[in-house]
């Protein structure tokens, strides 16, 4: 089966203008509402603006540096860490605590201000004043205004703070900063007078203090000089630890030089003879002794040389040579002797070192014994001395920094007279109050957009409904219904106009010119099905078409009524035998003939089931070419779903703007699954007017301009009334 091709789409290559269209035509559906809300939104915000009374502000700028001016070498007891990060944090806070406030309005007499609910009498406002903090609600309700007026904004990037106050009267803004500014640099003085004047006090009592335990530890030290017998008894102990200390270092090389000749001495005494030595070769003695046997040995080997061995001259050589050898022999004893002598001379001056050492360190271990009390007590006293120094030095520095009246917060730029309110701005309230009027607006629009899930223009039936082919879109007229019925001599009537859309859209349905069962039908009751099937009939029959009209909503039946036909007897009395089809079926005097629904029956659903109306339909399609059927709503009762597998086609009528997409859904998938051919979707009551944008973007000049008129030129009728209430209630 072909789609009609009536409505096309947009191309693709529009995709881009289209999604922006969709935006525009939401805003121009609901454009009655956005205006509303847009103007109801613009008139509050100028309302508001005209009558709020205006506000001034003043703001003076001071500087608050991290450090007080360097006039002292010393540091101020009440300097505080200016770098840890909570400092200026710490100063925004001061300058909004309740105290300065009050200092404010008591310097002021903001209490008989007008702006703070003034004027009062003056007992109360005295009483006020010399109420403790908190115990005045009239003090603490004037601290809360003058604290709500305040606006402290600290410049980004450096130490300049700006201290505003708002006020109806540009004088009085003005007044509260500077006064709020000039008492915030005298109340840090004072806190720093006070904090100096505390901490000077607590000095001098510890300085008293201190003073009097020196004092007392001083007297004692001399008292156990006295009672122990030790006098100097700093210097003697230093003397003994030098002597300690001389003693000790004269031991270790009387030790060392000890020992160094006992291994000599040893040394030479385990030596088995005497002459091998170092020392006894080192010896002058031996030396000479040891060249003249040298030459005494030469001397011999001349003579044995010209003598016998037993020549008297060869013995007394070598009796010379003997007396040599045993000449050195002694020589080396004496050397060994020498060595042992000189150990016991080293052994004696290391024992009397080391009597000397342990003599001194038993007068230094008596004299601890009798000084161990002094030692304590003048450690105490020598530790409240040094504590009293520094009392004393802090105190006379505190003395000073009492007296100087330097501080690091200075005021930089007085408040001046405001030379006007900072609100309300009229022009900017104004267009804010516009700007969120349209937000709101278009939001709304949106939102309505959103929750609005019915079918509106052909587009939504192509995006919803898939497979459901558009037949034809007959606009909303405010016509009457029996003022609707199709009329052959009108032309150019675009309510004709478009049933004949749809009858173009079905021939092309066919190729071939066999007769033709058509079954009309809808979601829910009042979307115009019965209306549809008698003017496409009517459509139909005036292009020369033999066509048949039955009402088979025997349950509502209104066909008869707009055709203004007779409803007995009908297609009930037929089926069930009570007439004939040629005595139930009407002949309209120019258009199609009507079989009407006949007689109410108790069970339609039982009655259209049976053989009888399949045979009925098959012998009807030899007399007529077109056969419209008109059933009831698909959602109310079963009779369609019946009918509609014995009709050639199917075509579900959906009223615009008046039932759900989903509920549309189901009943186009409920024809198909009975088996029958979907043949497509009649839009109906399409408010073309109103949609006005769309069928002039889509379908030219005769929808967009031509249509709104049609339905401008009827408005205000019942049904149409009973319509919109139907859609109001979507």
């Known amino acids: 089966m072909a789609s009609p091709t009536n409505y096309p789409a947009p191309a693709d290559s529009q995709a881009g203008e289209d999604h922006l269209w969709d935006y525009l035509a939401v805003l121009l559906r609901h454009r009655k509402l956005a205006l509303a809300i847009f103007l109801t939104a613009?008139?509050?915000a100028t309302i508001r603006t005209l009558l709020t009374r205006p506000v001034y502000m003043a703001t003076a700028q001071i500087l608050i540096e991290r450090e007080n001016p360097n006039v002292l070498t010393f540091k101020d007891v009440t300097e505080v860490n200016a770098q840890r990060d909570?400092?200026?944090?710490?100063?925004?806070?001061?300058?909004?605590s309740r105290s300065l406030a009050r200092r404010v309005i008591e310097a002021l007499n903001l209490l008989q201000d007008p702006e703070l609910g003034g004027p009062r009498d003056p007992e109360e406002v005295k009483a006020a004043v010399a109420a403790a903090p908190g115990a005045s609600p009239l003090m603490e309700g004037a601290i809360d205004g003058v604290l709500g007026?305040?606006?402290?904004?600290?410049?980004?990037?450096?130490?300049?703070?700006?201290?505003?106050?708002?006020?109806?009267?540009?004088?009085?803004?003005?007044?509260?900063?500077?006064?709020?500014s000039q008492l915030y640099i005298e109340q840090t003085l004072e806190f720093r007078y006070q904090t100096s004047s505390d901490v000077g006090q607590w000095l001098g009592n510890q300085v008293d203090q201190q003073r009097k335990k020196v004092e007392e530890g001083t007297k004692e030290l001399q008292?156990?000089?006295?009672?122990?017998?030790?006098?100097n008894i700093d210097e003697r102990r230093t003397l003994l630890d030098q002597k300690l200390t001389?003693?000790?270092t004269a031991l270790i090389q009387a030790r060392t030089e000890r020992l160094g000749k006992e291994a000599l001495y040893r040394q030479m005494r385990s030596t088995g003879n005497t002459e091998d030595l170092t020392a006894v070769i080192k010896d002058p003695v031996v030396q000479d002794l040891r060249k003249e046997q040298t030459d005494l040995e030469a001397k011999q080997a001349q003579l044995l040389e010209k003598y016998l061995d037993q020549h008297p001259d060869v013995i007394k050589v070598r009796r010379q040579i003997e007396d040599t050898r045993k000449r050195i022999a002694a020589e080396g004893e004496r050397v060994i002797r020498s060595a042992e002598n000189d150990y016991k001379a080293a052994a004696a001056q290391e024992a009397s070192l080391s009597a000397a050492?342990?003599?001194?360190k038993q007068e230094i271990q008596e004299l601890g014994s009798r000084s161990g009390h002094y030692d304590a007590v003048k450690r105490e006293v020598d530790a409240a001395r040094s504590v009293l120094n520094g009392l004393t030095q802090r105190h006379s520095e505190t003395g000073v920094s009492q007296e100087q009246k330097f501080s690091n917060i200075r005021i930089v730029d007085a408040a001046v007279l405001p030379g006007g309110p900072i609100r309300p701005n009229r022009q900017r309230d104004i267009m804010t109050g516009a700007f969120l009027g349209l937000a709101l607006a278009i939001g709304f629009a949106f939102f309505l957009e959103y929750l609005d899930n019915t079918?509106?223009?052909?587009?939504?039936?192509?995006?919803?409904?898939?497979?459901?082919?558009?037949?034809?879109?007959?606009?909303?007229?405010?016509?009457?219904?029996?003022?609707?019925?199709?009329?052959?001599?009108?032309?150019?009537?675009?309510?004709n106009e478009a049933y004949r859309v749809v009858r173009t859209a079905l021939a092309y349905s066919?190729?071939?010119?066999?007769?033709?069962?058509?079954?009309?039908t809808s979601t829910a009751p009042g979307e115009g099905k019965t209306l549809t099937s008698a003017n496409l009939a009517l459509t139909l029959a005036s292009a020369d078409s033999k066509v048949l009209l039955i009402d088979a909503d025997l349950r509502r039946p209104q066909a008869h009524t707009l055709l203004r036909v007779k409803r007995t007897p009908g297609l009930s009395d037929v089926l069930v035998g009570k007439a004939k089809p040629s005595e139930a079926i009407q002949l309209m005097a120019s258009g199609p003939s009507v079989l009407a629904a006949g007689t109410t029956v108790p069970s339609p659903a039982d009655l259209i089931t049976g053989q009888a109306m399949r045979g009925f339909l098959e012998g009807l399609r030899g007399v007529y070419s077109w056969i419209v059927i008109d059933t009831p709503p698909v959602g109310a009762v079963a009779e369609p779903l019946i009918l509609a597998p014995l009709a050639d086609g199917v075509i579900v009528v959906v009223g615009a703007e008046m039932v759900p997409r989903k509920a549309v859904a189901t009943t186009l998938e409920r024809i198909k699954e009975s088996g029958a051919r979907l043949l497509g979707v009649v839009l109906n009551r399409a408010r073309v007017e109103r949609h006005g944008y769309y069928y002039g973007r889509y379908y030219g000049h005769y929808y967009g301009h031509y249509y709104g008129h049609y339905a401008r030129s009827a408005q205000d009728s019942g049904k149409v009334a009973s319509i919109d209430a139907k859609r109001t209630r979507r």
């Not at 703070?161 to 900063?177: K, T």
């Open 357 to 360: 050492l342990e003599s001194a």
């Open 246 to 248: 001389q003693l000790g």
């Open 223 to 231: 008292q156990i000089k006295e009672r122990e017998g030790i006098v």
């Open 149 to 180: 007026r305040l606006r402290i904004n600290p410049a980004k990037g450096s130490r300049l703070v700006g201290v505003g106050c708002e006020a109806f009267r540009p004088e009085l803004a003005m007044n509260i900063a500077n006064k709020l």
């Open 86 to 96: 909570d400092y200026f944090q710490t100063q925004y806070s001061l300058l909004q």
């Open 455 to 495: 079918l509106k223009t052909p587009d939504d039936v192509r995006n919803h409904l898939p497979g459901a082919p558009l037949l034809g879109v007959v606009p909303e007229t405010g016509t009457a219904p029996l003022d609707l019925i199709v009329q052959k001599s009108n032309t150019q009537n675009p309510f």
């Open 510 to 520: 066919w190729p071939n010119a066999a007769p033709r069962i058509l079954l009309v």
């Open 42 to 44: 613009t008139t509050v």
